[in-house]
């Protein structure tokens, strides 16, 4: 199911994609990331995956800058300080260390800032709610992920503002698809 709203009003082409947990989200920008890595074009932002421990249960998360690789604990179910969002801990010096300024960055290096994601754990830091509103009011194309059940402001902002794809297991490389034409990935035209 695709839900094709207003482009945010600055001019910049916002995708926002939004799915069950599991559906795909992360994988699908770090697909996109590469696509366009293998076009000369520059991504940045962050990436945001789980961690597992040795039986596959989810510990924790953590966070990648995308244009340094540069990693940080995003949160973690055996952290005793920080937020706590379910069971886990959020990790705001990590927040604040590695993702804002991956955002800051992007939106004055990158072609695309891609943001994974917009969740309860990321909006506890007010830098990265800063970060994600400078992104929302620049002119600078995105692809930025949110968790679905989320009634949060900025992200009603996101489904008022973005074409908003809505991601499940069977629809992902249909959606992926459309979002390379949006981006003119595989044209020789640029972002």
Do not use: W
């Amino acid at each position: 199911m695709l839900t094709a709203t207003a482009t945010a009003a600055a001019g910049g082409r916002k995708l926002a994609v939004t799915g069950p947990p599991g559906s795909g989200k992360t994988t699908l920008c770090a697909r996109l990331v590469s696509a366009l890595r293998e076009e000369q074009r520059r991504v940045g932002g962050v990436l945001t995956r789980e961690l597992r421990d040795r039986q596959g249960k989810r510990v924790g998360f953590e966070i990648e800058d995308l244009a340094t690789g540069e990693r940080g604990l995003l949160a973690h179910v055996s952290r005793r300080e920080g937020p706590r969002v379910g069971k886990y801990r959020v990790n705001l010096p990590d927040v604040e260390r590695v993702a804002v300024p991956a955002i800051l960055r992007a939106l004055e290096r990158a072609d695309l800032v891609v943001i994974d994601e917009v969740a309860p754990m990321e909006l506890s830091s007010p830098r990265f709610v800063e970060a994600l509103e400078r992104a929302l009011e620049s002119d600078k194309p995105g692809v930025i992920t949110f968790q679905q059940r989320s009634r949060h402001p900025l992200v009603e902002r996101l489904r008022r503002e973005c074409t908003v794809y809505v991601l499940s297991p069977r629809n992902r490389e249909t959606i992926y698809g459309q979002i390379r034409e949006a981006l003119g990935i595989g044209r020789e035209e640029t972002v």
